[in-house]
């Protein structure tokens, strides 16, 4: 079992920055990918982006060169660095882990740009 906490949603003006962060803890050393999802209303969740264990990332096409996902070295904790954050970035975030078994998810942290 993996347990997530994240943390650093909340209200961003058009253009401004934001970090999120997902700790991770129990059964941590299976994990293969960690990552973000998000939903905005009336939406389908998407993937915005991901980082394989060995550092490997995936960004959707709406956030490259404006977001950045990193991790610790531990892989026990990942971040996701919002910058130049535009209206349509609004939605909740949700972090995504997976391992060789299933998937878990994180409560979601609501994200905000403001116009």
């Known amino acids: 079992q993996v347990q997530l906490v994240e943390s650093g949603g909340g209200l961003v003006q058009t253009g401004g920055s934001l970090r999120l962060s997902c700790a991770a803890s129990?059964?941590?050393?299976?994990?293969?990918?960690m990552g973000w999802h998000r939903q905005a209303p009336g939406k389908q969740r998407e993937l915005v982006a991901h980082?394989?264990?060995?550092?490997?990332?995936n960004y959707a096409d709406s956030v490259k060169g404006r977001f950045t996902i990193s991790r610790t070295i531990t892989y026990r904790t990942i971040y996701l660095q919002m910058n130049s954050t535009k209206p349509e970035d609004t939605a909740v975030y949700y972090c995504?882990?997976?391992?060789?078994?299933?998937?878990?998810w994180g409560q979601g942290t609501q994200v905000t740009v403001s116009s």
């Open positions: 995504h882990v997976q391992d060789p078994w299933r998937e878990y």
């Open positions: 129990g059964g941590v050393s299976s994990i293969i990918v």
């Open positions: 980082i394989t264990r060995g550092g490997v990332t």
